[in-house]
């Protein structure tokens, strides 16, 4: 399973593949996996750096 997060809202859920309208705000969206693949975010099992805004 993997862990997408919608690049407009940042809402996050599991799926195997991203769905084409985000769930929470209703928009075709850009959905990032945010799957953890390495170590250091391996406890939450998902990725807090993908699509963070600096």
Known sequence: MNSWKCGNCGYTLEAETPPN????CKQTCEFLNATCYTPDCAAQGTDARIGKKE
């Open 21 to 24: 309208e985000c769930p929470s």
